[in-house]
């Protein structure tokens, strides 16, 4: 009978155990009450409540977070009424300023980076805001990380995602890009055909070089094979007459040739014909070859 009794109060008290064991996840912290009033911040590992005294009040993420808020209506300096959104990165430094300093946390942080970006924008231009993109985050980043620390938040960094200007306005700004493009692509298609007919004209002038090159070449080639033949005749002619010379001609040889020299000067294209002026010793010449020749068939 006992066990009866006994069983039901052991697994109560196994419950209240077990509830009692908290383990805190790494980069998160616990905020705990005692009687609903700030006891202590757990950081991660093993802990241990007092059962129906002590609470978790929130659990506070240490991870750096994101949030994509939705685009704001801004006016600038000079009347022009656009929409930017913004993403903001923050983190939480102190898990109890965060759960007490402020309702609402994430509104807070949207509410105040709205009026601070309202703020900024007003005192720029239309164009200086489009253009400065960099100087707007820095701006946002240095107020929101200031006004925010007494909320236990640290923001690392604003990134304006999107500058929405009015319709008319995108309308004019899309017509401007379509005729730089347009220009861009004329100063290409310019230069593209420019360095075209560079090309051609420097491959006209290499081709006008490499044939004067050839030319120069032939002829070269041409005065040296006209050089050389005279050159051979020359020896060969030379040759000839050392020859002749050593062989000690007599003075029939010697007429023989003379007419021969003679036969082919008139056989030539000459327009003038020089005759020796001895025509005595010409004839002479020709009686002896004559001689020579009689005296050759008389052999025979």
């Known amino acids: ?7 039901p109060v052991l697994v109560i008290l196994l419950i209240l155990l077990i509830s009692c064991i908290c383990i805190v996840p790494q980069a998160t912290a616990y905020v705990v009450e005692w009687l609903g009033v700030y006891q202590a911040t757990w950081p991660a590992g093993l802990k241990f409540k007092v059962p129906f005294l002590m609470r978790v009040a929130k659990k506070v993420s240490l991870k750096e977070q994101v949030v994509d ?7 600038t300096r000079d009347n022009v009424t656009m929409q930017i959104d913004t993403v903001v ?14 309702e609402r946390p994430m509104a807070a942080i ?34 929101l990380d200031q006004a925010t620390d007494k909320w236990g938040i640290k923001v690392n960094r604003v990134e304006v995602k999107n500058i929405i200007p009015p319709a008319e306005i995108q309308d004019a700004m899309e017509k401007q890009m379509k005729a730089e493009r347009q ?7 310019a230069e593209g055909e420019k360095r075209s007919a560079i090309l051609v004209a420097e491959g006209e002038k290499e081709s006008a070089i490499l044939r004067a090159d050839a030319v120069r070449e032939q002829r070269i080639r041409e005065a040296q094979g006209e050089a050389q033949a005279i050159m051979e005749v020359q020896t060969a002619l030379a040759d000839s007459i050392k020859l002749l010379n050593e062989a000690a001609p007599t003075d029939k040889v010697l007429a023989i040739k003379s007419l021969e020299a003679l036969a082919k000067v ?9 005759i020796p002026s001895d025509m005595q010793n010409l004839a002479g ?8 020749v009689t005296d050759d068939s008389a052999k025979k």
């Open 110 to 143: 949207e509410n105040l980076t709205a009026t601070t970006l309202r703020n900024i924008i007003g005192d720029m231009e239309l164009d200086h805001t489009l253009t400065s993109r960099d100087i707007i985050n820095t701006k946002i980043t240095a107020i």
């Open 183 to 189: 220009r861009r692509e004329s100063i290409l298609r």
């Open 89 to 102: 990165f923050f983190q939480v430094t102190d898990a109890k300023l965060f759960t007490y300093g402020v």
């Open 266 to 274: 008139a056989d030539g294209k000459a327009t003038k014909l020089i």
């Open 285 to 292: 010449m020709v009686a002896s070859i004559k001689e020579m």
């Open 69 to 75: 808020f939705k685009p704001q209506p801004v006016i």
């Open 1 to 7: 009978m006992l066990w009866f009794i006994l069983i």
